[in-house]
């Protein structure tokens, strides 16, 4: 496997939740890495479970710090399941499966990305919003190259390694994007589908001031397909939400404001500038 070549770029930007491992569920548990969730899933007795998303460059040991306190000193997960590539997603993937050695999966649509073969639109400097949409123009966007570890998810919803668990297609923040749901108790992990903190405002990203909120303006380019995906994960009515930024919602509210984004997508969501829409009129 070639190097990483996320892990030479500095993220200097962090939350003041950064370090925190928290328990949403008796089997689901968070880290966050400087402004991103990474998600450990599977009972910390039974020693079986999977790790969704790698979080940011160079975070890899405070991963594996993580997994440690919470499944023992022998801790390895079965698998590494990403819900996209972006790089706060896939920041430490290529030393964690190298650490680890364990298959990671993708979507179809998202495997250029992660083969070195195609990078991401360049982040959108110029949309609507905050401050850090305006600094997003420095974020990476260089492919990390994950063979020969990577495997593609299986068709039909179904994860290997996570049974009880289904992926469900939710594009538009990337073409490959996905979100993990369990029917059994409608847990749902939705990566940037659609986030719990305004993530390009800089002090409510820093503070974690919880707002439920479309995916991050400037890394979004096809505003339709994210649109259908919000309006796919409202139709689950999910219990309790975990996302790739922010902090865990659940209950009523959840359900309450997911409708309400769902329907007033356009209005709560789509930017009204920007190229990723500028480029549709």
């Known amino acids: 496997m070639a190097d990483n070549p ?33 998600y450990f899933v599977g009972h910390p007795e039974s020693g079986d479970w999977v790790l969704v998303d790698a979080g940011m460059p160079n975070s890899q040991d405070k991963i594996i710090d993580a997994a440690i306190q919470r499944f023992g000193k022998d801790a390895k997960p079965k698998a590494i399941l990403l819900t996209h590539g972006h790089f706060d997603h896939v920041g430490s993937a290529v030393e964690l499966v190298e650490h680890w050695g364990v298959p990671i999966y993708v979507h ?54 996570l049974p009880g668990w289904r992926w469900v297609a939710t594009p538009g923040h990337t073409p490959g994007h996905v979100s993990f749901f369990r029917d059994a108790d409608r847990a749902m992990i939705v990566g940037d589908a659609f986030v719990t903190v305004r993530q390009d405002k800089l002090y409510q990203v820093i503070t974690q001031h919880q707002e439920l909120s479309g995916p991050p ?7 339709d397909s994210a ?54 009129h």
Do not use: C
């Open 217 to 223: 303006r400037y890394f979004t380019p096809d505003w």
């Open 108 to 161: 179809p649509d998202e495997m250029p990305y992660l083969t070195g073969e195609a990078h991401y639109p360049y982040p959108d400097t110029q949309v609507e919003g905050g401050l850090i949409a305006k600094l997003s123009g420095y974020f990476p966007n260089t492919p990390v190259d994950l063979r020969p570890y990577v495997r593609l998810l299986p068709e039909g919803g179904r994860i290997p390694e």
């Open 6 to 38: 996320l892990r030479h770029k500095a993220m200097p930007m962090t939350s003041i939740k950064s370090g925190d491992l928290f328990e949403v569920l008796p089997d689901v548990a968070g880290l966050t890495v400087k402004i991103v969730n990474v």
């Open 227 to 280: 649109r259908e995906s919000v309006k796919r994960l409202s139709a689950l009515k999910p219990n309790v939400a975990v996302t790739g930024h922010g902090r865990p919602m659940s209950g009523e509210s959840l359900i309450h404001d997911l409708e309400a984004l769902a329907m007033n997508f356009d209005k709560l969501a789509v930017p009204s500038h920007g190229k990723s829409v500028d480029d549709t």
